[in-house]
């Protein structure tokens, strides 16, 4: 079992940074992958970032790429992602999400077993 709370979400001019941390309870964070998505009003819920249980491999959605970036401590049982250049239309409840390892990233959120509550990040104009 694993538990997620996120934190770190906020109100931001566009063209600011946050970082969201997402830390985990469990003694099988380290064998997990995670990832990141993001939900905005009236909108399905969409991948952002993923990062394997190493840390070695990440993944990143086309509209993040170069602007955030996905990384995780395991001594720490949290990853984070770092979000640079932000825009309005990056306004969304942000989620982290767990699965177990199995060697690839996976985008959509069906196959995440754990999530966290959500934290809000609105970026203005």
């Known amino acids: 079992q694993v538990q997620l709370v996120e934190s770190g979400g906020g109100l931001v001019q566009a063209g600011g940074s946050l970082r969201l941390s997402c830390v985990a309870s469990?003694?099988?964070?380290?064998?997990?992958?995670v990832g990141w998505f993001r939900q905005a009003p009236g909108k399905e819920r969409e991948f952002v970032a993923a990062?394997?249980?190493?840390?070695?491999?990440?993944d990143y959605a086309d509209f993040v790429k170069g602007r955030f970036t996905i990384s995780r401590d395991n001594a720490k049982n949290t990853v984070y992602l770092q979000m640079n250049s932000l825009k309005p239309e990056d306004t969304a409840v942000y989620y982290c999400?767990?699965?177990?390892?199995?060697?690839?990233?996976?985008?959509?959120?069906?196959?995440?077993?754990?999530w966290g509550q959500g934290t809000q990040v609105t970026v203005s104009s």
């Open positions: 990062i394997s249980s190493s840390g070695s491999t990440t």
């Open positions: 469990g003694r099988t964070f380290s064998s997990n992958a």
């Open positions: 999400a767990a699965r177990e390892w199995y060697g690839a990233i996976l985008t959509s959120p069906g196959y995440y077993r754990y």
